[in-house]
């Protein structure tokens, strides 16, 4: 419709970062490509845009007079080696330096007042700009976000002269605490405690089995037992708080005393200590007094000072840290996932420090605080922001940023009064117990038939002391069916509970009310059958069923902080890994819920915040650890970032849709299959178990008592969990190889296969692994599995299971506490490629790498900092912040 347009074909040329849409145009008159974009942009999403426009003279067709595509000119080279000139990189000439590096990607030479995304420019493109832009010293300020904000050649270069006119770089020298570390005769010792730890677990747990099971058989008959089997359970549960927190107590008094401040080498005896105190609270079932004044009754105990009406909501991230360091005053409220970092490990070193939150503040969901850092009386430090080492936020303020800045002075707000602390406690700890204990009632009523119906099959399983797995085949059938279909019929009977059981009111309550109880009652069966569900074709189902509105073709993985009936997604919608879906606001003691709606075709990456109350159009995509704002929020609109900014053209990757959105019924029938699968997870681990307990009866019999307990019971407990590790390396070697850079489609084969090994990983391998995390001895596993690790490496956190282990490179002497994005499913297409840290770099705690990230030798990457694709980060140098940006070099 275009006023001089005869004709218009669109085509993908390029590959990879070089992929670009030209549109080929047919027209009898001289068209400028800022007007004709201009005009576009009223019917099409930015990165919709043709990135090149050419004048042909007509459309190629076939012999059968059909338009033909493969006869168009190329004019996008998928060469990646420059066709201009070498580029100098100690260019003195900046202008020109710019110019060359951006005509580089773009395959064309380009004028310094030229928009960069007028003229081709994507997302990934501006990352390898800025890789090579950082080559040059007097260049290597400028960020990623930059491109973004100022678009052309001339406003890059202005700003470079402007900060040369401004303050010079800051460096700062590597602190090194001096003391020596012991890698290897450290790993034994960690080696001894772990063998010690499985073997008194493993050894209580057989007395359970063996004498307190048929104990409780004899007195209650098996019907009594199988109604009062969850109370037991959930009464272990207390039991291990009372052992374990004791212990734990009483070992940091003996090993360490009160932790003090300073830099203390991984693999040091001081760093040895301090894991031997907190593999005690590592297994702990904190969900079961979280949000509770149990919790922070706790944190007492191990020596934090916590005040009086102090809300901390789930997840807080703490316990890997010096408690004795952490204070808390009075009604201060903590929101999901918040990290205190009393610890926080960098360089090759443990750091060691005080995290002091003043009454009245508010630390929101997914902030961060570290070592040395404080928070005065009603302040409020925003969502996924961060209080770096040694920072001091003032009275009365609002922080936000990474790191964080001054935002604004933080008005106070009234608190809503309801139950009292510990009314709302011990009603908390009531309707935990009793909705545990209905989750599995159907469960329980199906076992009760079962064994009524087959009654003489469960006298041969009952007698656990002579059931022989291999002589009762049939009986080992009926138990995988039975627990099969028992677990399914309790994720029905959970979606019904979850849409039917509670109603939550729109508005205002307290976080110590029942408004709160009900609303945490929910996020627990979804985060329960998100564990199995998610990433599947079952769980926007299951969500329906309990009560979300949700369109078609949608995809949905981990979810957070989601009210189901207060949420609804229109369709064709995707949402990647820990996303905070309609997350309530909690602050200053409140918690308000509101309704969120998504449009069509939003596209919501790995931890962005979707706060409850959003209306989300159509088209749009909110960025990784982005959170979302209604302020900015338009149709078709890509946001990244924090501060957010937005996306004028991202990468745009093109695939048959059959693939992507309308699979044919061959490829919805492969992936109903591997998912489908996830349901007889469970039997391999209960099947492996009653081995277990079989041979420790045969060898008790054979081993005298002594080499029973001390020997017999530990060995095959470890034999138990490196058969379920074996059937997993098994799986991931024959199932998808090593896996290479590539791209693959949601509904291809190789995804399905993919899927389904990191689910088994999860289940079958991570349980036992996670014994051996924060230990040279798990990297062995993580070699097995394909990831590549140099000579004394430091890996904390959850790394007993990661995805896409043959993409990951650790280089001698990293220390490594982040994230990884070794693939992305943005479009629906699963894209893979490598990520790099280099010798004795440091990535630290919930940064994210994507794909294609290169970080090089000792440079620093600080926490919730984000490093885009394929960006390479210069040597000895500091970044941080998402996108990152530097921030000093290190001498």
Not at 414 to 420: F, G, H, P, V
Not at 617 to 638: D, R, W
Request: net charge positive; proline share 3%; charged share 20%.
């Amino acid at each position: 419709n275009y006023p001089g347009i005869d004709q218009v074909l669109c085509s993908v040329q390029g590959e990879g970062s070089n992929a670009v849409l030209v549109a080929f145009i047919v027209t009898g008159s001289d068209l400028k490509e800022n007007k004709i974009n201009k005009y576009l942009k009223k019917y099409l999403p930015e990165y919709m845009l043709p990135g090149i426009y050419y004048n042909i003279d007509k459309l190629p067709v076939n012999t059968g007079g059909k338009l033909d595509r493969k006869l168009l000119p190329l004019v996008v080279s998928n060469d990646n080696n420059n066709e201009l000139e070498d580029i100098d990189f100690e260019s003195d000439d900046l202008l020109t330096f710019i110019k060359s590096v951006v005509s580089k990607h773009l395959k064309k030479d380009i004028r310094p007042e030229d928009d960069f995304f007028n003229k081709g420019g994507n997302s990934l493109l501006a990352a390898l700009i800025i890789s090579d832009l950082r080559k040059n010293p007097k260049t290597s300020s400028l960020a990623v976000r930059d491109i973004y904000k100022l678009k052309t050649i001339n406003k890059l270069y202005d700003k470079i002269i402007n900060s040369e006119n401004s303050n010079s770089l800051q460096k700062q020298k590597i602190q090194k605490s001096g003391l020596k570390s012991y890698p290897t005769l450290v790993t034994i010792f960690q080696g001894i405690w772990i063998l010690l730890g499985i073997g008194i677990v493993s050894n209580f747990s057989y007395l359970f089995f063996y004498y307190l099971l048929p104990w409780l058989f004899s007195k209650l008959g098996i019907y009594l037992f199988l109604f009062s089997l969850p109370v037991i359970l959930y009464s272990l549960g207390y039991l291990a708080f009372v052992v374990n927190v004791s212990l734990a107590t009483i070992f940091k008094k003996l090993l360490i005393g009160k932790y003090k401040e300073g830099r203390y080498p991984i693999w040091g005896s001081y760093y040895l200590k301090h894991w031997i105190v907190q593999t005690f609270l590592k297994w702990l079932p904190w969900n079961m007094i979280e949000g509770t004044g149990v919790f922070n009754f706790v944190l007492k105990i191990l020596g934090a000072r916590i005040g009086k009406g102090v809300y901390i909501h789930r997840g807080i991230v703490c316990f890997n840290g010096a408690l004795d360091k952490l204070e808390i005053g009075d009604n201060v409220t903590i929101g999901r996932d918040v990290a205190l970092q009393t610890i926080s490990y960098e360089s090759q070193e443990m750091v060691v420090g005080s995290v002091k939150i003043g009454s009245n503040s508010n630390i929101s969901l997914r902030a961060s605080l570290f070592p040395n850092s404080s928070v005065g009386e009603n302040s409020e430090i925003k969502e996924l922001s961060v209080i770096f080492s040694d920072q001091n936020i003032p009275d009365n303020e609002k922080w936000s940023g990474i790191p964080a800045k001054l935002e604004s002075k933080n008005d106070k707000i009234k608190r809503i009064e309801d139950l009292s602390e510990g009314t709302f406690t011990f009603y908390s700890l009531i309707s935990r117990l009793f909705l545990f204990y209905l989750s599995y009632f159907p469960f329980i009523i199906f076992s009760i038939l079962a064994i009524t119906y087959f009654k003489n099959e469960y006298k041969n399983i009952s007698n656990l002391s002579s059931f022989n797995p291999l002589e009762n085949i049939y009986q080992i059938i009926l138990i995988s069916i039975m627990e099969v279909v028992g677990i399914i019929f309790t994720f029905f009977w959970n979606a019904f509970l979850c849409k039917n059981l509670f109603k939550i009111q729109y508005g205002d309550h307290s976080c110590f009310s029942f408004s709160m109880i009900k609303a945490w009652s929910k996020e627990t069966w979804i985060q329960t059958s998100g564990y199995w569900l998610s990433g599947s074709l079952f769980w926007p189902l299951w969500l329906k069923l309990s009560g979300m509105k949700i369109g078609p073709k949608t995809e949905i993985s981990t979810i957070m902080e989601t009210i189901p009936e207060l949420v609804e997604v229109e369709g064709y919608c995707f949402f990647a890994d820990g996303i905070y879906l309609g997350a309530s606001e909690i602050k200053n003691g409140n918690i308000l819920f509101k309704n969120t709606k998504l449009g069509k075709e939003v596209f919501i990456g790995n931890h962005a915040i979707i706060e409850a109350g959003l209306q989300i159009p159509g088209n749009c995509l909110i960025g990784v650890s982005t959170i979302a704002e209604q302020k900015y929020l338009k149709e078709g609109s890509s946001w990244f970032g924090l501060p957010s900014f937005e996306l004028p053209k991202r990468e745009i990757i093109h695939y048959d849709e059959r693939f992507t959105f309308n699979p044919t019924f061959v490829q919805f029938i492969n992936r109903l299959f591997w998912e489908g699968s996830r349901f007889l997870f469970p039997v391999v681990p209960t099947i492996v178990g009653l081995y277990w307990i079989y041979y420790l009866f045969q060898l008790e019999s054979s081993l005298g008592k002594y080499y029973f307990f001390i020997i017999g019971v530990p060995g095959l407990t470890i034999l138990y969990g490196l058969i379920l590790s074996l059937i997993t390396f098994i799986n991931k070697w024959l199932l998808i190889g090593k896996m290479k850079k590539g791209e693959h489609p949601l509904w291809s084969c190789w995804c399905s296969r993919w899927d389904f090994v990191y689910v088994m990983w999860r289940i079958f391998a991570r349980p036992f692994m996670r014994y051996l995390e924060d230990t040279k001895i798990l990297q062995c596993w993580l070699r097995l599995m394909g990831v590549e690790i140099g000579k004394n490496v430091a890996l904390f956190g959850e790394f007993s299971q990661v995805v896409d282990p043959d993409m990951l490179h650790f280089k001698d002497n990293s220390t490594v506490t982040c994230l990884f994005q070794a693939h992305s499913f943005e479009d629906r297409v699963l894209k893979l490629d490598n990520i790099y840290i280099e010798k004795g770099a440091s990535v630290n705690f919930r940064s994210i790498l994507f794909y294609g990230a290169k970080v090089s030798e000792n440079t620093r990457v600080l926490s919730h900092s984000v490093v885009m694709k394929n960006e390479s980060l210069n040597k000895s140098t500091i970044y941080a912040g998402s996108p990152i940006e530097r921030i000093m070099e290190l001498n």
